[in-house]
């Protein structure tokens, strides 16, 4: 290999060693503000030094330089000189800008003003003489062994990059070195696009293999069918007086179907044997790809540490986080909305639940917050845990923060439980803030993660006591891939649900059924659980067809459910697909497919969305029949637009008047009285911003709600509109009539 290749390739190798370095060194700088500091200072010590010296002796001279003032300043911090929380602010700063300096490596090279003013700050800190900026040529590089430019890079402990040197190594060298780094080398990237095709194509084997063994039986049943036959034949031949000859030939056919008989047996028992041994590996291969699917928790979890710190002394506030059971994995198609989730929770335990240093020490508790992350792995299923010992949440506040916002009446919140009145928090909108700062009032936060969730087919859970902490519990698949599920037909098609979810399957006696609140119900373990037909709750004809049909009881979160079905399929792991075309996309329940043997599709069941309508179908009679007719003004400067949701809100029962824009709505609302106002954003003369703002600040209109329906969905807008003061915004393209049942029921 030529110098030049030699270059690039260990240059692409520092860079993605390195910045698995920077987040060593910024989770030990972090480290550096607890007591017990000393393992953490040896080791971005150690890695800083690493840095330091790959960087110089590739030329990287401007990354060399930061890592050799950083080093300056943890050596003043552990002589005394600098405090803990100069030197973590600016060694982390200093993190960043090597960060930067990796997407560039010509700057790392020259160095860049950034550069340069983040080590003059690290040099005034530590009391040392600015490093200079010496930028070293890479030596000529000596002859290196094949596959020694895959080599990995030192780690912490190890010596700093040095290039060979001395007589070139014979081939038994060669050979002995690569034999002694092959442990050390255990794993490559793969895109991931391809572990998702893998996937794909070890769950169709499976099912083939599936197929195979159904084809055997076939085959089994036709060798019986024919051993039968032949021994009919046999039987039918004995009846007749036969000549010597014509005795001989037939004792010779009885003989020839023997033994075509034990041989066509004994294939019939070798092939299955052998599809047996091939269906276990498939299956194995399945798991091994989903396996390979999976992402340690650490990946999510890494960045943590630095992000709470930053939040927590942003508010004054001290912040002990603890993260337990990184090594679990999840699935790496989910690590986005989990790393959402998780950011939401620890950002709301940071800013609404810890206090700060002075009230904790008045309440007996430690100056520091203690919050914490534990995950661990149940079957299929991931849980994973956000507890903090803060404030918690009171259901008294929330409650009135409810009232407050139009969302209950004062009747309504005092009829909730505790558990119920902190499920408030998971409603769009809600806040128990008063005032909008940069990281609460807007009301977004335990929705976004009950959403995304959800989305993944999991579930939240709350604990809280006031005074003592909350927790928040995340119900999670490990894979979305591949699936335990529990196959149930309705008539010839076959539907499945996650196995995770299914409590029970029973079958429901007539002595069972009972009526609570006009919905019905089944006695399960002494508690009543809503009891509903599969087929009718998608929309497909038929019911239960026996006194005692089959159900499989169904718990997600603290939801339940007596689904009815017309029998039971198997309980086995299929692989999921997205839905095909366009006959599957968007339809509610609807998670995935799945092939099966014998040709047939199921069709797998998303239970939130089953919850959701099932605890629709379960509010009492009484409680549908008063609900209030509204009168809503419509606001929309598109005629099509204006049809298509004055059809929406018509088909819930209300009255509708529409305006053309802003100006004509304002003048509507000023000439009759309305419950409400559903206006879109971006219209001539008066955009819905500002009538929203125009209406808000009206004594007399202040408490009409107004929803903002808007095609634009970035956090920006929705924020716009909330600091306007619109009491909920809703996206065009997501609206439907529940949604708007469910925002209309909330204000008014």
Partial sequence: MDTEA???????????????RLQKIQLGVIDLEKPSSTAAADEVARELHTMKGEARMLGLAAIGQLAHAAEDLLKSFREGKATARVAADLMLRACDGVQDLLDDTEAAQGGTEEAAAMVKALSQASGHPEPPLNPIAPRKAAKVAPGAERAPAPGPA????????????????????????APLDRSIRVNVEILDRLGLVAGDLLVESARAKLRTAELSQLLQRFSRVSDRFLRFGEKFSHDVTERASLDQLESDLHFLRDDTFRFERHH??????????LSNLADHVAEARLVALATIFEAFPRAVREIAHGQGKDVDLQIEKTSVGVDRSMVGDVRDALIHLLRNAVDHGLETPDVRRTLGKPAAGQLAIRARADGDMLHVEVDDDGRGMDPERIRASAVAKRILTQAQAAA?????????????????RDEVSELSGRGVGMDVVKQKVEALGGSVAVASRVGRGTTVHLRLPQSLALM?????????????????DVEAVARVKPEDRIEVFGTVAMKHRGKPITLVALGPLLGLNGGPRSDRPPVAILKHGDDRVALVVDGF??????????CGGEFLQGVSFVAGTASLEDGR???????????????????????????????????DDSPIARATESALVKALGHQVEEAQDGEDGWAKLQAQSFDLVLTDVQMPKLDGFALTRRIKSNVRYAKVPVVILSSLASPEDKRRGLDAGADAYLIKGDLGVESLAQTFGRLV
């Fill in 6 to 20: 030699l270059k690039k390739s260990l240059l692409k190798k520092f860079v993605e060693v390195t910045a698995d």
């Fill in 158 to 181: 190890t010596a700093p990059l040095k290039p060979a040197v001395g007589p070139a190594p014979s081939r038994a060298d060669e050979e002995h070195a690569v034999e002694r780094r």
């Fill in 272 to 281: 299955m044997d052998g599809l047996n041994t091939l269906h276990g590996n």
């Fill in 416 to 432: 909730l439980t505790e558990r119920e009145a902190i499920d408030l928090v998971f409603l769009p909108g809600f806040s128990t």
């Fill in 484 to 500: 335990r599920a529990l196959l149930v037909r309705l008539g010839d098609d076959v539907y499945g649900v996650p196995a995770g």
């Fill in 569 to 578: 399929v198997d309980e086995r792991e299929v692989a999921v697909k997205p």
């Fill in 601 to 635: 599709v199921a069709v797998l069941l998303h239970v939130p969305d089953i919850m959701v309508e099932v605890r629709r179908l379960a509010r009492p009679v009484g409680e549908a029949q008063a609900q209030k007719r509204l009168r809503v003004l419509l606001v």
